[in-house]
């Protein structure tokens, strides 16, 4: 995992410790209130895919990750978009993977 604490070019995620960074990552990794969604936006138009956590509902989501999020639609409480970030999560993933 890097060391890095703030992702995007908005930087619209960022954790105030490497701590906090390790709580979301394994709250993202771990739990079933968690979808993680990539789209085609390219096809459709955007200037690229996009890459995008999905929170299911708000009970038990860490606050480090609440404040890092926007607004849900439908069945989603909130959502993070952030390409950058999203790229950690999976990196992580494979490196526990391993």
């Not at 979301?24 to 096809?43: F, G, K, P, W």
């Amino acid at each position: 995992m890097s060391t890095k604490l703030v992702f995007g070019r908005n930087r619209q995620v960022s954790f105030n410790s490497k701590e906090e960074k390790e709580e979301a990552i394994d709250y993202i990794l771990t739990s079933s209130n968690v979808i993680m969604v990539h789209e085609d936006n390219q096809n459709q138009g955007a200037w690229a895919d996009e890459y995008r956590i999905h929170f299911k509902k708000e009970s038990g989501v860490p606050d480090c990750l609440k404040r890092n999020m926007t607004a849900g639609n439908g069945n989603i409480y909130g959502r993070i978009n952030c390409k950058e970030f999203v790229l950690e999560v999976q990196e992580e993933e494979k490196n526990r993977k391993k």
